[in-house]
């Protein structure tokens, strides 16, 4: 009988799922925010990329970095939020993923476009893996 009692209690320290839902791009703000339509209609949510930082408009890469996103617009994609979300400016924090298990952060990563950003990417090796490939390459920043 006791064990019906610490159980739920045990639900009450465990971090909370990752919530993910279906949408599609419809905009990019720069190189790491982009605002996303969910299918399941409702209004746009605007998405601060995990775990990586993309040069700002005026910076250099800025342009190119948000012009590689522009090529992901409409594209269908899977948001999968990620630890506290919203940050501190409202956005959702998430990694994109699209249909072929790809997400757009090792996009910007594997062409250059982006930095893997330590301080809020933990078991990042992967992503860290493509940004090195393409440091060692020559592509992008």
């Known amino acids: 009988?006791?064990?019906?009692?610490?159980?739920?209690?045990?639900?009450?320290?465990?971090?909370?799922?990752?919530?993910?839902?279906?949408?599609r791009i419809v905009t990019a703000i720069d190189g790491d925010t982009i605002e996303v339509e969910p299918s399941m209609g409702g209004q746009r949510v605007r998405v601060r990329l995990h775990g990586i930082d993309a040069p700002e408009k005026r910076q250099p890469w800025g342009e190119s970095a948000t012009g590689f996103v522009f090529g992901?617009?409409?594209?269908?994609?899977?948001?999968?939020?990620?630890?506290?979300?919203?940050?501190?400016?409202?956005?959702?924090?998430?990694?994109?993923?699209?249909?072929?298990?790809?997400?757009?952060?090792?996009?910007?990563?594997?062409n250059g476009l982006a930095w893997v950003w330590p301080r809020y990417c933990k078991n990042c090796q992967v992503w860290q893996g493509l940004q090195d490939d393409a440091r060692m390459s020559r592509r992008g920043l």
């Open 72 to 110: 992901f617009l409409y594209r269908e994609v899977q948001v999968q939020e990620q630890g506290k979300s919203p940050d501190r400016y409202g956005r959702t924090v998430a990694i994109i993923f699209f249909s072929d298990g790809d997400s757009l952060q090792a996009a910007l990563l594997r």
């Open 1 to 23: 009988m006791r064990y019906f009692l610490i159980i739920p209690i045990l639900f009450l320290f465990l971090p909370p799922a990752a919530s993910a839902w279906p949408g």
